[in-house]
């Protein structure tokens, strides 16, 4: 798979692929049978398959502040695209002129000038240009124009509720992480290059693997009890902190992991950490000593849920 950063970067040979867009935030089971729809589409038309993206999220651009958490960064999403078959991913970046130009401009100077796209599938509540003014009869319409096969996904329901990234944020930020998993199609996980950090787990006595979520609003906050894996398949019991550790008052978010009985260096290393079980909020202690005590009942926690 290709990634194919801006729509500046593209080539000649990428015209006549089968196209969907959008943020694919999750990359959930939605995503994953529009995408298997459309991969099957495209091994008939003997066409790549390419998803396009945006770079912020435009409710980032607009507002972090009152953007929604993500649920996949972008190297994530690029993972799950890659193993659903995709060959090409565009991401562009949304910039104010992108967000201003109008529907009509958006189809001619993008899907027929600059794609020359062979088939276009989107869901059935995909709204594009200024305003959100283009929709799927506008597609549609310009499907027949222009030549291009229109393929309009409908909307996959879980026990009538619709399966989108809302309904899986709001089921994190519920605590009911079996039906997250079951919108996703795996349970939920974050991943990340393990960077150093202040050690301060290790001075209490509970060493941690560290992944700073830079510039990213996490969707739960917490601690948990996690699998880890590795890219060489290992597999390690843990807990996890994900948020600000008020008791040492730190203005980032991060996400912590300490291993259960075992001693090894994950420093550098890329690893996924796989929510299991919320056992508490996070909390700030009057001492550092209660802080540790109360880790402690954290980790007996985490090893009874494990036996």
Do not use: W
């Not at 050690?199 to 979520?213: D, E, K, Q």
């Amino acid at each position: 798979m290709r990634l194919i950063r801006g729509i500046h970067n593209l080539r000649a040979g990428d015209r006549g692929c089968a196209l969907t867009i959008g943020n694919f935030d999750g990359v959930h089971r939605g995503h994953q049978a529009l995408l298997a729809q459309l991969c099957r589409k495209g091994r008939q038309c003997n066409v790549p398959v390419m998803v396009m993206l945006f770079e912020p999220h435009p409710l980032e651009r607009l507002s972090l502040e009152s953007a929604p958490p993500r649920l996949t960064r972008l190297h994530e999403k690029l993972y799950y695209l890659k193993h659903s078959g995709v060959n090409l991913v565009l991401c562009a970046r949304f910039s104010r002129d992108f967000a201003l130009q109008s529907a009509h401009n958006f189809i001619i100077d993008l899907l027929i000038n600059k794609l020359g796209i062979t088939l276009l599938a989107v869901g059935d509540d995909f709204r594009f240009g200024s305003g959100r003014s283009g929709d799927f009869f506008l597609l549609q319409n310009a499907s027949i124009r222009y030549g291009f096969q229109i393929l309009g996904a409908k909307t996959l329901l879980n026990n009538e509720q619709r399966i989108s990234s809302t309904a899986i944020r709001q089921a994190l930020a519920t605590n009911n992480l079996s039906l997250a998993t079951i919108l996703l199609g795996r349970p939920f996980s974050i991943c990340g290059r393990v960077v150093r950090g202040d050690a301060f787990g290790r001075i209490l006595g509970f060493p941690t693997a560290n992944i700073p979520l830079l510039h990213t609003v996490a969707p739960i906050t917490g601690v948990y009890i996690v699998c880890v894996k590795t890219l060489n398949h290992q597999v390690f019991h843990g807990v996890a902190n994900i948020g600000r550790r008020p008791t040492l008052a730190r203005p980032y978010t991060q996400l912590e992991v300490h291993i259960l009985d075992a001693s090894i260096d994950l420093y550098s290393q890329y690893i996924e950490v796989i929510f299991l079980y919320k056992i508490r909020d996070e909390k700030r202690f009057n001492s550092l000593s209660a802080l540790k005590k109360q880790i402690k009942n954290d980790v007996i926690v985490a090893r009874n849920f494990f036996d």
